[in-house]
């Protein structure tokens, strides 16, 4: 089953708008890692958030956990025709193993 | 830092054939991911492995699909026989150690296709 599912699975929003993506997963985590992929490109890391934090910034993204409901959200604020991309989150099995999950992402669109 | 350096960037196959992509990880990562990417689908996992050793490869196929990290050069993950339903994009990944506290550093993929 899928450890990792982004919702929703396509998101169309206006330059400027807020860009919202969630992410459920099904076991506990030690870390869940959220990364960026443009058409044909690979994956670029953008933030990774512990299962003991509950928030964390990088910059114009801001990334939500909780683990009680087993999900993450990525904001992306004030969003940029460049955030065009499919948005992937990365879950481990916890104890820190090094086998990431990989949801099936949410393709964003960011229209000028 | 030139980064995780996967080559080649493109690379068709005919059914039948063989399939060798390469991945150099960051100067100074010992430990080297394999994922796969089907179309429209996420990463999946398939091998770990560390210098001249394989530490997990339960995300392979059994079958036609081998990798190696040897001592000196780069990661090779084989694919003997290529059929069509191989045809992804393969990603290699590197961390500094087991514990990836700080994400992987993906490569820019392999795309394979078998005709």
């Known amino acids: 089953s899928q450890q990792g599912e982004e919702d929703p699975q396509a998101l169309s929003i206006q330059e400027g708008e807020n860009a919202t993506m969630n992410c459920s997963y099904k076991t506990s985590i030690n870390n869940l890692q959220w990364y960026r992929q443009n058409s044909g490109r690979g994956l670029v890391h953008l933030i990774l958030?512990?299962?003991?934090?509950r928030e964390k910034h990088s910059g114009r993204l801001r990334v939500t956990l909780d683990t009680s409901k087993k999900s993450s959200s990525l904001l992306i604020t004030a969003s940029r025709a460049a955030d065009t991309a499919s948005y992937f989150c990365a879950t481990d099995a916890g104890s820190g193993t090094y086998k990431y999950i990989f949801g099936t992402g949410t393709r964003l669109k960011v229209l000028a | 830092n030139a980064g995780v350096m996967q080559n080649p960037r493109h690379l068709v196959r005919r059914r039948g054939q063989e399939a060798r992509l390469r991945c150099s990880p960051m100067?100074?990562?010992?430990?080297v991911y394999w994922y796969r990417q089907l179309p429209e689908e996420g990463l999946k996992f398939m091998v770990y492995l560390q210098k001249e050793n394989i530490i997990d490869e339960s995300g392979m196929p059994k079958e036609r699909f081998s990798a190696e990290f040897p001592k000196e050069g780069p990661s090779i993950l084989r694919i003997q026989q290529v059929v069509r339903g191989d045809s992804a994009a393969y990603f290699c990944?590197?961390?500094?150690?087991?514990?990836?506290?700080?994400?992987?550093?993906f490569g820019s993929g392999t795309r394979l296709t078998v005709v």
């Open positions: 100067k100074g990562h010992s430990h």
């Open positions: 990944a590197s961390s500094p150690d087991r514990q990836t506290n700080y994400g992987y550093t």
């Open positions: 958030i512990r299962s003991n934090e």
